[in-house]
């Protein structure tokens, strides 16, 4: 089954990329599929480019999942791979999509995995999203977690393991995903079985740290183990340090054309845009017309500008560089831009960017721009002085910089430049304004960070004292 003389489908599916996924783009696509018949593909659910898709199907009037595989290299090898993965999981006992077809369609020249739509499920991911109320939200956790125990009991190991490959439909949790599962002879071990646990609960949203202790304590029950307080924190420094890993991994394509990001180059001009703000274009922040108005109130004295773009109004944070300092203006813009990515990322409030802007106006002269989402709130020092704000405001207020800080440092990112203008109090939300002034050390140092901390606090402790209120600060 060479690659050879192959239809030119696959290279015509070359062209589909995830955002397809995220506009909506249909694909209509047809499948002749022995034993089904044919099979309309339409909406685009996930896109490796070049690799794989997996789409939407219908069957006179019968929805189906199609998973096509057409790489130039190893096409057979992936679609081998994950059928396999999805085949172990029913034989075994575990709740998944059943297989319709799976092999080559000769005539189209690619693999392809057809499987049943289950109607009224729903992505582990999403259903997380839409729950507010936390003991749902536990419930629906601790439903998640068990099953991944069950994976184990069965002898399964599922290596690309994340929210998005679980399902959930009639309190029921589904595998969706066979590829890079590992079968084995017997029960994993338990240090085996706690790194894949890892592995899942390092893809948790930041917002969900709460609920860690609830997790491994699930699992440790499916699995009939039993496990001290002592191990539940080595359990919890574990996920953390996968999180810290894989935020490197996530800052090294900050820069570069992966998805989500699209990086252009050219002489005297570098950009980045983020394709997930699909309402808006390169081309229209490039353009901007009119002269930039200083952003009112607080975030005018952050230094952001207000620029139109299209129909969208944003935020600029411009760092013009001249002369031998140009280089300290494209760091400073590129660390804005990263941390800003990084804060979004870990579920810190922060205005979120949108695009990257290097370009050269002269000799030795730039002009280096970050392009954010607006935001609206209230300084911090404006809230804490107002003669409304009562006690119980500066405690949720307290409370807000204590879960902005832990999650900083449970990042690795030190708090030790912030500032309380830096920060912005919109409702309940605590909006930090200049990730810029941002540092994440090379090496993890819990020293450093307790530095950086006490730093923090001690200013922001200095403004509680301002107010009359007893200056200990977020602790």
Same mark, same amino acid.
């Given at each position: 089954?060479?690659?050879?003389?192959?239809?030119?489908?696959?290279?015509?599916?070359?062209?589909?990329?995830?955002?397809?996924?995220?506009?909506?783009?249909?694909?209509?696509?047809?499948?002749?599929?022995?034993?089904?018949?044919?099979?309309?593909?339409?909406?685009?659910?996930?896109?490796?480019?070049?690799?794989?898709?997996?789409?939407?199907?219908?069957?006179?009037?019968?929805?189906?999942?199609?998973?096509?595989?057409?790489?130039?290299?190893?096409?057979?090898?992936?679609?081998?791979? &994950?059928?396999? /993965?999805?085949?172990?999981?029913? +034989?075994?006992?575990?709740? #998944?999509?059943?297989?319709?077809? *799976?092999? !080559? $369609?000769?005539?189209?020249?690619?693999?392809?995995?057809?499987?049943?739509?289950?109607?009224?499920?729903?992505?582990?991911?999403?259903?997380?999203?839409?729950?507010?109320?936390?003991?749902?939200?536990?419930?629906?956790?601790?439903?998640?977690?068990?099953?991944?125990?069950?994976?184990?009991?069965?002898?399964?190991?599922?290596?690309?393991?994340?929210?998005?490959?679980?399902?959930?439909?009639?309190?029921?949790?589904?595998?969706?995903?066979?590829?890079?599962?590992?079968?084995?002879?017997?029960?994993?071990?338990?240090?085996?079985?706690?790194?894949?646990?890892?592995?899942?609960?390092?893809?948790?949203?930041?917002?969900?740290?709460?609920?860690?202790?609830?997790?491994?304590?699930?699992?440790?029950?499916?699995?009939?183990?039993?496990? &001290?307080?002592? /191990?539940?924190?080595?359990?919890? +420094?574990?996920?953390?340090? #996968?999180?810290?890993?894989?935020? *490197?991994? !996530? $800052?090294?394509?900050?820069?570069?054309?992966?998805?989500?990001?699209?990086?252009?180059?050219?002489?005297?001009?570098?950009?980045?845009?983020?394709?997930?703000?699909?309402?808006?274009?390169?081309?229209?922040?490039?353009?901007?017309?009119?002269?930039?108005?200083?952003?009112?109130?607080?975030?005018?004295?952050?230094?952001?500008?207000?620029?139109?773009?299209?129909?969208?109004?944003?935020?600029?944070?411009?760092?013009?560089?001249?002369?031998?300092?140009?280089?300290?203006?494209?760091?400073?813009?590129?660390?804005?831009?990263?941390?800003?990515?990084?804060?979004?990322?870990?579920?810190?409030?922060?205005?979120?960017?949108?695009?990257?802007?290097?370009?050269?106006?002269?000799?030795?002269?730039?002009?280096?721009?970050?392009?954010?989402?607006?935001?609206? /709130?209230?300084?911090?020092?404006?809230?804490?002085?107002?003669?409304?704000?009562?006690?119980?405001?500066?405690?949720?207020?307290?409370?807000?910089?204590?879960?902005?800080?832990?999650?900083?440092?449970?990042?690795?990112?030190?708090?030790?430049?912030?500032?309380?203008?830096?920060?912005?109090?919109?409702?309940?939300?605590?909006?930090?304004?200049?990730?810029?002034?941002?540092?994440?050390?090379?090496?993890?140092?819990?020293?450093?960070?307790?530095?950086?901390?006490?730093?923090?606090?001690?200013?922001?402790?200095?403004?509680?004292?301002?107010?009359?209120?007893?200056?200990?600060?977020?602790?």
């Amino acid at each position: 089954m060479a690659d050879t003389a192959r239809p030119v489908m696959p290279e015509l599916l070359g062209d589909v990329t995830q955002d397809h996924a995220r506009t909506g783009t249909p694909l209509r696509l047809s499948l002749s599929i022995p034993g089904i018949g044919e099979v309309l593909c339409s909406d685009v659910f996930r896109v490796i480019r070049g690799k794989r898709i997996v789409c939407l199907g219908n069957v006179r009037g019968t929805k189906v999942i199609v998973k096509l595989y057409f790489a130039r290299r190893r096409a057979y090898r992936h679609w081998k791979r &994950s059928e396999s /993965g999805c085949r172990v999981f029913i +034989e075994r006992g575990i709740p #998944a999509p059943k297989i319709l077809y *799976s092999g !080559y $369609l000769r005539g189209h020249g690619l693999y392809a995995i057809v499987m049943e739509y289950l109607e009224g499920g729903t992505r582990i991911d999403r259903e997380l999203e839409k729950t507010k109320d936390a003991r749902s939200r536990v419930e629906l956790l601790g439903r998640l977690v068990r099953e991944l125990a069950r994976h184990h009991e069965a002898g399964i190991i599922q290596n690309d393991v994340h929210l998005g490959n679980f399902m959930v439909r009639d309190q029921r949790v589904y595998s969706l995903d066979g590829d890079q599962v590992v079968r084995c002879w017997g029960a994993p071990g338990k240090k085996r079985s706690l790194d894949n646990l890892v592995r899942l609960l390092a893809n948790l949203p930041a917002g969900l740290d709460a609920d860690l202790d609830t997790c491994i304590r699930s699992y440790m029950e499916g699995r009939r183990w039993s496990i &001290s307080p002592a /191990g539940e924190s080595s359990v919890k +420094e574990m996920v953390y340090r #996968a999180r810290r890993k894989g935020l *490197s991994s !996530y $800052l090294g394509k900050t820069l570069r054309s992966r998805d989500p990001f699209r990086s252009q180059s050219s002489p005297g001009l570098f950009t980045v845009f983020d394709k997930r703000h699909t309402d808006l274009n390169l081309a229209d922040i490039l353009d901007a017309a009119g002269i930039p108005v200083r952003a009112r109130g607080e975030l005018g004295r952050a230094g952001y500008l207000e620029r139109t773009c299209g129909t969208q109004k944003l935020l600029e944070l411009a760092s013009p560089g001249h002369g031998p300092l140009v280089c300290k203006a494209l760091f400073r813009a590129v660390r804005t831009w990263r941390y800003a990515l990084v804060l979004n990322r870990i579920g810190v409030q922060a205005p979120v960017p949108v695009a990257l802007v290097l370009k050269k106006k002269a000799p030795c002269m730039w002009q280096c721009s970050v392009f954010f989402r607006t935001v609206e /709130g209230v300084g911090l020092m404006d809230v804490l002085h107002a003669p409304e704000t009562s006690r119980e405001g500066c405690d949720r207020i307290s409370a807000g910089l204590t879960d902005t800080f832990a999650r900083m440092c449970t990042a690795g990112l030190s708090p030790m430049g912030l500032m309380p203008d830096h920060i912005l109090i919109s409702g309940e939300r605590t909006i930090v304004v200049n990730p810029g002034i941002l540092r994440r050390p090379v090496m993890f140092s819990r020293v450093r960070l307790a530095r950086g901390l006490r730093m923090a606090t001690s200013r922001f402790g200095y403004a509680c004292a301002k107010k009359g209120l007893p200056g200990e600060g977020p602790v």
